[in-house]
């Protein structure tokens, strides 16, 4: 199994700035992206950024310009900076992770989330 763990969540007045981190540890073989979700009280979950290995990185347009993704899949790491960050940006923020990992001799595909931080914007 993949097991992911965020870290940078927290508590921040509008216009401030915050940086989320993310491992993935466990028998990976491969990962093929890696991005952040976000949900906020009474909504769906919904994309924030991803960043596909050896891909374009995508954004949700209400973060384009202020969040920046970046990551470094040979560590299995991914990190969200995000600024000028509004009231609206509350959420629980998840990581997500896809790729291969080894089992039993064959490589089957895993499509993990960690536990979420919490990310709260004071206005």
């Known amino acids: 199994q993949v097991q992911l763990v965020e870290s940078g969540g927290g508590l921040v007045e509008a216009g401030g700035s915050l940086r989320l981190s993310c491992v993935a540890s466990?028998?990976?073989?491969?990962?093929?992206?890696m991005g952040w979700y976000r949900q906020a009280p009474g909504k769906q979950r919904e994309l924030v950024a991803v960043?596909?290995?050896?891909?374009?990185?995508n954004y949700a347009d209400s973060v384009k310009g202020r969040f920046t993704i970046s990551g470094d899949f040979g560590r299995n790491t991914v990190y969200l900076q995000m600024n000028s960050l509004k009231p609206e940006d509350t959420a629980v923020y998840y990581c997500?992770?896809?790729?291969?990992?080894?089992?039993?001799?064959?490589?089957?595909?895993?499509?993990?989330w960690g536990q979420g931080t919490q990310v709260t914007v004071s206005s």
């Open positions: 960043l596909p290995s050896g891909g374009r990185m």
């Open positions: 466990g028998s990976i073989f491969s990962i093929n992206a």
């Open positions: 997500n992770a896809r790729g291969l990992w080894y089992y039993s001799g064959s490589f089957p595909e895993f499509d993990s």
